[in-house]
């Protein structure tokens, strides 16, 4: 009989305060699937809002072809390297999606993480992560997600940085909607800031990652920050910047956005 696997909590959920949404794709050429062992992949089963349908190029290239085109493929395929040559030439993908409505664990994460991983030592060439903007190598996927054996939700996101007028920057992230909790954005950094911004930034994804939610209104309160920044909760899941709703943080100006 297997041992109990080890719950991955969330220490600071609060409820009702979003669904998570996991979404991934595994490029390969796939046997028989399963079962999958508990012990070597920390998956204790499927969790039942979560689908897994397996797609091939001889029926459902069109489908294939969606996760490896468009504007992030164009821009990160030089960066892959030989492996964008295995996802070009995958003939097959399994996509695993679907909604965890108000998780009050980390345990959904922690059985697709381990999924995924098996599926990518039995087959498997690549793990596309379009929340996190991310072609997953196999070595990168185990020591970066599933060997450290934890949530690892500073992996799982993302902060972009974009420049802006009067050479300050535009911080914001992607990648919570796994998590069920609001992206983050912060316009107009200037360079002096940019330390405290990402420290800022972090502080909040792994406090939301661990059930924690950020409230309209909200002080930020850290020395290397000026006072006055406060968060704003704005957007929808069809934001194109986010996929999700998002957390603007700053002060607001006359015009009506936020930032420093």
Avoid at 44 to 54: F, L, R
Avoid at 70 to 90: H, P, S, V
Avoid at 92 to 119: A, M
Avoid at 183 to 211: C, K, M, W, Y
Wanted: proline letters at 6%; one cysteine or more.
């Amino acid at each position: 009989m297997s041992e109990p696997l080890a719950d991955w909590p969330r220490k600071y959920y609060q409820p009702d305060a979003g669904d998570a949404l996991i979404f991934f794709v595994v490029f390969g050429k796939f046997g028989e699937i399963g079962p999958v062992s508990q012990s070597s992949y920390r998956c204790a089963a499927i969790p039942e809002t979560v689908d897994m349908q397996e797609y091939k190029t001889e029926v459902h290239l069109q489908v294939l072809n969606s996760f490896r085109e468009g504007l992030l493929w164009d821009l990160e395929k030089e960066k892959l390297g030989t492996l964008r040559e295995k996802i070009e030439q995958a003939p097959e993908c399994i996509v695993i999606r679907g909604e965890i409505p108000d998780p009050s664990s980390l345990n959904y994460l922690r059985d697709v993480v381990g999924l995924s991983t098996y599926l990518l030592d039995h087959g498997g060439c690549a793990i596309y992560d379009p929340q996190r903007l991310k072609y997953w190598s196999p070595s990168e996927w185990h020591s970066m997600i599933f060997e450290p054996g934890h949530a690892v939700p500073l992996a799982h996101s993302i902060i972009l940085v974009s420049e802006e007028a009067n050479k300050t920057k535009w911080f914001h992230t992607r990648g919570l909607r796994k998590f069920g909790r609001a992206d983050l954005s912060v316009h107009r950094v200037p360079a002096d800031a940019d330390t405290a911004v990402h420290e800022l930034i972090n502080r909040f994804i792994v406090f939301q990652a661990e059930g924690g939610v950020i409230t309209e209104g909200q002080e930020i309160k850290m020395k290397s920050l000026p006072s006055g920044l406060r968060c704003h909760i704005t957007g929808d899941l069809d934001d194109p910047d986010f996929n999700n709703i998002h957390v603007e943080i700053g002060v607001r100006d006359s015009d009506g956005p936020f930032g420093f």
